[in-house]
Every structure is written in structure tokens, then in C-alpha cells.
Antibody, heavy 123, light 109 residues
Framework: QVQLQESGPGLVKPSQTLSLTCTVSGGSISSGGYYWSWIRQHPGKGLEWIGYIYYSGSTYYNPSLKSRVTISVDTSKNQFSLKLSSVTAADTAVYYC???????????????WGQGTLVTVSS | SSELTQDPAVSVALGQTVRITCQGDSLRSYYASWYQQKPGQAPVLVIYGKNNRPSGIPDRFSGSSSGNTASLTITGAQAEDEADYYCNSRDSSGNLHVVFGGGTKLTVL
């Protein structure tokens, strides 16, 4: 059973960089066949896709966040990470990591999710 | 980019059938996936592809699609089905981006 766990600071100051790590257990990131994604949910709102990465390092980002987002992977630690720069209060949200199945061109699904971590941007 | 539109709220009587819809241009080319989210919990995948259920998802959940509209149907809704439901698909631009619907709050009466 694949499990994902987010970790990182719960409080970030405005203008700083938000950094989160997702640790994957029960499966290897480098085995291929899956993308690894970050999604966020503002308080009381819907889901927003941030981006995803393949184990090889290929990345795809939400155009609305692309200028501030970096997703990286560390296959030796079976982890992938999110960096979001120049944060404001509008970046306060629960951040989820998830595994993405994208083998078929006709569909895409997020089949395993972490429990989520609340990140608050405040001075 | 593209958008997926969902009704903000839907209600159903206990034991009855409810359909939750998701509309968007991307759905003319790609299947939707559906997620259930209960308060304070992470989303759970309930339907993907043409009409596939992950292991452990009850068979009262089913999916369908027509034109630019995807539907999630719950046949014989249970109290535990009360939750927010989100759809997602590939972005219609073909650049491997992802789009989510705004979510539907399902109330079981």
C-alpha cells in the first residue's frame, strides 16, 4: 500500500519561500509509471493543482503559479519537494501531495494522497 | 487552460439516486476522474476512466460521460456519502496540465 506524507513548516512569513517535502513509502518513485504531484486547497475552497514531476525530473506546472513554483525529486530518499516563492496570505492553504496515474492519454487520476498539511502565511 | 464547472450543492434523500455533473471543454477529449472529500480528510478517488472504481469503493458509485459533461451517479445514497465531490481531467490544451472542478457539496437528507 502506497503512503505519502507531507512535512515542512506550518508557518511561513510573507515574501519568503514555502518549502514542503513528500515522503513516499510502499513504492519506489523511481520505478516509473507515475507522476508525483502537489495540490492545494484554500480554506473552505476547492482543489487547485500546483504541478507534478516524473522521476526523471520532467515537470509540469499550473500556468497561474509557474513563475513561483519549483518541484524537485530525490529518488535516493524516495521524496519529492515543493518550493513556492514570494508567498503572500493568498498562499495560505492545505497542501497535499499525491501520486498521479497518467498512463493513458485519455485520462488522469490522483490515486493516493497524503493527509495534507496546513501552511499559513503570516508575519 | 480550461475549466470544469460543477453545481455548488446537491441534495438527495437517503436511499435515492443522485447525479453530480461536471462540465467543460476538456471532457470532449478526456475522461473525468471523481474524488470524495469528507471534512478534515484528504480526497479519495472514487471513479476514473470510462467507469472504473478503485478497490474498496462501493458499486453504488458509477461514472458516465456525454459530450462536454461527465456525471457521477450514486445509486442508493447512504448517509456516509455526504461529502464534497470533485471532478478533474487533463487540460484541453494537450500540454499535460490538470484541471479540477470547483466541487459539489452533497447533502443526504
Amino acid at each position: 500500500q502506497v503512503q505519502l506524507q507531507e512535512s515542512g513548516p506550518g508557518l511561513v512569513k510573507p515574501s519568503q519561500t514555502l518549502s514542503l517535502t513528500c515522503t513516499v513509502s510502499g513504492g519506489s518513485i523511481s520505478s516509473g509509471g507515475y507522476y508525483w504531484s502537489w495540490i492545494r486547497q484554500h480554506p473552505g475552497k476547492g482543489l487547485e493543482w500546483i504541478g507534478y514531476i516524473y522521476y526523471s525530473g520532467s515537470t509540469y506546472y499550473n500556468p497561474s503559479l509557474k513563475s513561483r513554483v519549483t518541484i524537485s525529486v530525490d529518488t535516493s530518499k524516495n521524496q519529492f519537494s515543493l518550493k513556492l516563492s514570494s508567498v503572500t496570505a493568498a498562499d495560505t492553504a492545505v497542501y497535499y501531495c499525491a501520486r498521479v496515474v497518467a498512463a493513458k492519454k485519455s485520462e488522469i487520476q490522483f490515486d493516493y494522497w497524503g493527509q495534507g498539511t496546513l501552511v499559513t502565511v503570516s508575519s | 487552460s480550461s475549466e470544469l464547472t460543477q453545481d455548488p450543492a446537491v441534495s438527495v434523500a437517503l436511499g435515492q439516486t443522485v447525479r453530480i455533473t461536471c462540465q467543460g471543454d476538456s471532457l470532449r477529449s478526456y475522461y473525468a476522474s471523481w474524488y470524495q472529500q469528507k471534512p478534515g480528510q484528504a480526497p479519495v478517488l472514487v471513479i476514473y476512466g470510462k467507469n472504473n472504481r478503485p478497490s474498496g469503493i462501493p458499486d453504488r458509485f458509477s461514472g458516465s460521460s456525454s459530450g462536454n459533461t461527465a456525471s457521477l451517479t450514486i445509486t442508493g445514497a447512504q448517509a456516509e456519502d455526504e461529502a464534497d465531490y470533485y471532478c478533474n481531467s487533463r487540460d484541453s490544451s494537450g500540454n499535460l496540465h490538470v484541471v479540477f472542478g470547483g466541487g459539489t457539496k452533497l447533502t443526504v437528507l
